[in-house]
T-cell receptor, first 114, second 110 residues
Framework: SQTIHQWPATLVQPVGSPLSLECTVE??????LYWYRQAAGRGLQLLFY??????ISSEVPQNLSASRPQDRQFILSSKKLLLSDSGFYLC?????????????FGDGTRLSIL | DAKTTQPPSMDCAEGRAANLPCNHS???????VYWYRQIHSQGPQYIIH???NNETNEMASLIITEDRKSSTLILPHATLRDTAVYYC???????????FGTGTRLTVIP
């Protein structure tokens, strides 16, 4: 069966520090991968999605970037964190981009910027 | 923007059926209706999805009206562990982008 792992579960970082969040999917080949952010009390905002290795699309211009160095690995990064980057970051995968393909989410990383 | 409307909160007695409504009056012919739920501090959990026929799986049933402008998620026998925020989402296609709104907070009462 397919599984998705995100780490770390929680992270506290100072303003201006770099960031690297990792997401790994097992049990499926060439999945679509997604990064979302959920601010407190609000819905999910799609940040990036990837349909294959090295292919990244950005939905919202911001201080963050994403990379997909391997088929099953999706990384969210920042060179300098801002206070506004605080939030709950979720990685998700789906089999292809068809309308009939549900996304499956990891347990998220709660990021606090001080 | 989300294309769905849900009540902000609902209560349900433990052991009873929970019926969660959703309006999606502007849904397009090829868009699916998806339901997810999120328990505090966890990632959203996929529940069920459908196009125009009613669907059932081990978690829930999805009833979609004939005109597809609304749907109802049914949890047949609610338990305390079903307490969560439930999101009704219309898939906008393309990158399979899911727009999550504010959902319905379901509280199952003992």
């Amino acid at each position: 069966s397919q599984t998705i792992h995100q780490w770390p579960a929680t992270l506290v970082q100072p303003v201006g520090s770099p960031l690297s969040l990792e997401c790994t999917v097992e049990g499926t080949s060439n999945p679509n991968l997604y990064w979302y952010r959920q601010a407190a009390g609000r819905g999910l905002q799609l940040l990036f999605y990837s349909v294959g290795i090295g292919q990244i699309s950005s939905e919202v211009p911001q201080n963050l970037s994403a990379s997909r160095p391997q088929d099953r690995q999706f990384i969210l990064s920042s060179k300098k964190l801002l206070l506004s980057d605080s939030g709950f970051y979720l990685c998700a995968w789906s089999e292809g981009a068809g309308l009939n393909q549900p996304q499956h989410f990891g347990d998220g990383t709660r990021l606090s910027i001080l | 923007d989300a294309k769905t409307t849900q009540p902000p909160s609902m209560d349900c007695a433990e052991g009873r059926a929970a019926n969660l409504p959703c309006n999606h009056s502007t849904i397009s012919g090829n868009e699916y209706v998806y339901w997810y739920r999120q328990i505090h501090s966890q990632g959203p959990q996929y529940i069920i999805h459908g196009l125009k026929n009613n669907e059932t799986n081990e978690m829930a049933s999805l009833i979609i009206t004939e005109d597809r402008k609304s749907s109802t998620l049914i949890l047949p026998h609610a338990t305390l562990r079903d307490t969560a925020v439930y999101y009704c989402i219309v898939n906008l296609g393309g990158a399979n982008n899911l727009f999550f709104g504010t959902g319905t907070r379901l509280t199952v009462i003992p």
